[in-house]
C-alpha cells in the first residue's frame, strides 16, 4: 500500500484544507505533545476497505517507520478530482476530538454499523460548522450523499434493520438543504414510513441540544441510545488517549 506525505497534499490542496491542517498540527502539539503528520493513499489499495459497493473515505491513526501519522484513506474518485471538502472532513473529524468531543463504543460488537452512524449524527453538525470556519462550504457534498439516498430508497429494498436505517437517514434529514429533506421524506413515506418516524424523532431530540457544544453532543449521542433501545452497552471513549500512547511508544527511550 502506497502512503503519501503531508508536504506533497499541502502543495496540491487549497487554503481551506491547508487551515485544516494547520489546525490539526497545532492541536497535536499542544494535547498529544508532538506534532503528528497527515499521510494519505488510495482506500482501494487497502484490504480493510476494499468493498464492491462502497467508496470509502476515513481517517485514521497508524505507525509508520516508528511514528504515529494519522492516515486519510480516499476512493480513487476523491483523488482524482482533488476533493478538498472530503479530505478536509476526514481530518475534521479528528481536530473535533482534540477539541473535546467523544463518541460512544458499543460492546462487544465494537464499531458496528450502529455505532459509526450514530457518532456520525452526532458529530457531524460541528464538523460542518468547522468546515465552513476554515472557509469550505460542505453543503453541495450533502445534498449529493442525501440525493444518492433518495435513489436507493426508490430503486431497492432497504435490507438494514430498521434502526439502522433511522440512524443513516436522521443525518440527511439533519444536515440537507430543505429541499432535499422534502424529497427525501417523500421517498420515504412511500416505502419506509417506520423508518421516517424514527428517523424524525431523532431530529426532533436533536433541536433539544446544542450540538456544537460536545458535552450536549454527548448527551444526545446516550439519549438516542435509550430512544431507539439499541442493542449492546453503550459506553463513552477518548480516542485522544490511543494517540497520547502512540506517540510516547514513538520517543527515543
Same mark, same amino acid.
Given at each position: 500500500?502506497?502512503?503519501?506525505?503531508?508536504?506533497?497534499?499541502?502543495? &496540491?490542496?487549497?487554503?481551506? &484544507?491547508?487551515?485544516?491542517?494547520?489546525?490539526?498540527?497545532?492541536?497535536?502539539?499542544? $494535547?498529544?505533545?508532538?506534532? $503528528?503528520?497527515?499521510?494519505y493513499g488510495n482506500s482501494e489499495e487497502n484490504p480493510q476497505f476494499r468493498s464492491p459497493s462502497a467508496e470509502i473515505n476515513t481517517a485514521i491513526p497508524m505507525t509508520v517507520?516508528?511514528k504515529p501519522v494519522l492516515c486519510l484513506w480516499l476512493n480513487r474518485v476523491t483523488l482524482d478530482r482533488s476533493n478538498f471538502v472530503i479530505v478536509s472532513h476526514e481530518i475534521?473529524?479528528?481536530?473535533?476530538?482534540?477539541?473535546?468531543?467523544?463518541?460512544? +463504543?458499543?460492546?462487544?460488537?465494537?464499531?458496528?454499523?450502529?455505532?459509526?452512524?450514530?457518532?456520525?449524527?452526532?458529530?457531524?453538525?460541528?464538523?460542518? =460548522? %468547522?468546515?465552513?470556519?476554515?472557509?469550505?462550504?460542505?453543503?453541495?457534498? +450533502?445534498?449529493?450523499?442525501?440525493?444518492?439516498?433518495?435513489?436507493?430508497?426508490?430503486? &431497492?429494498?432497504? %435490507?438494514?434493520?430498521?434502526?439502522?436505517? =433511522?440512524?443513516?437517514?436522521?443525518?440527511?434529514?439533519?444536515?440537507?438543504?430543505?429541499?432535499?429533506?422534502?424529497?427525501?421524506? &417523500?421517498?420515504?413515506?412511500?416505502?419506509?414510513?417506520?423508518?421516517?418516524?424514527? =428517523?424524525?424523532?431523532?431530529?426532533?431530540?436533536?433541536?433539544?441540544?446544542?450540538?456544537?457544544?460536545?458535552?450536549?453532543?454527548?448527551?444526545?449521542?446516550?439519549?438516542?441510545?435509550?430512544?431507539?433501545?439499541?442493542?449492546?452497552?453503550?459506553?463513552?471513549?477518548?480516542? +485522544?488517549?490511543?494517540?497520547?500512547?502512540?506517540?510516547?511508544?514513538?520517543?527515543?527511550?
Amino acid at each position: 500500500m502506497r502512503l503519501y506525505r503531508e508536504i506533497r497534499l499541502r502543495k &496540491t490542496a487549497d487554503l481551506p &484544507t491547508v487551515k485544516m491542517l494547520d489546525l490539526w498540527s497545532s492541536l497535536c502539539k499542544k $494535547i498529544v505533545g508532538v506534532p $503528528i503528520e497527515v499521510m494519505y493513499g488510495n482506500s482501494e489499495e487497502n484490504p480493510q476497505f476494499r468493498s464492491p459497493s462502497a467508496e470509502i473515505n476515513t481517517a485514521i491513526p497508524m505507525t509508520v517507520e516508528g511514528k504515529p501519522v494519522l492516515c486519510l484513506w480516499l476512493n480513487r474518485v476523491t483523488l482524482d478530482r482533488s476533493n478538498f471538502v472530503i479530505v478536509s472532513h476526514e481530518i475534521g473529524h479528528w481536530v473535533l476530538k482534540l477539541q473535546g468531543f467523544r463518541g460512544l +463504543i458499543c460492546e462487544p460488537k465494537k464499531h458496528c454499523d450502529d455505532e459509526i452512524l450514530l457518532n456520525s449524527l452526532v458529530h457531524h453538525p460541528p464538523l460542518y =460548522a %468547522l468546515q465552513r470556519s476554515l472557509g469550505h462550504e460542505p453543503q453541495i457534498e +450533502i445534498d449529493s450523499h442525501a440525493n444518492h439516498d433518495i435513489g436507493l430508497l426508490q430503486e &431497492t429494498e432497504v %435490507l438494514s434493520a430498521v434502526k439502522t436505517r =433511522a440512524l443513516y437517514l436522521a443525518d440527511d434529514l439533519w444536515n440537507s438543504s430543505r429541499e432535499v429533506q422534502a424529497r427525501l421524506r &417523500t421517498s420515504m413515506i412511500q416505502r419506509h414510513r417506520e423508518t421516517l418516524k424514527l =428517523a424524525e424523532q431523532i431530529t426532533q431530540s436533536a433541536h433539544e441540544y446544542d450540538l456544537l457544544d460536545h458535552r450536549e453532543g454527548l448527551e444526545f449521542a446516550k439519549k438516542i441510545v435509550k430512544r431507539l433501545a439499541l442493542d449492546g452497552v453503550w459506553h463513552e471513549i477518548d480516542e +485522544i488517549e490511543n494517540l497520547i500512547s502512540m506517540a510516547e511508544k514513538s520517543q527515543p527511550k
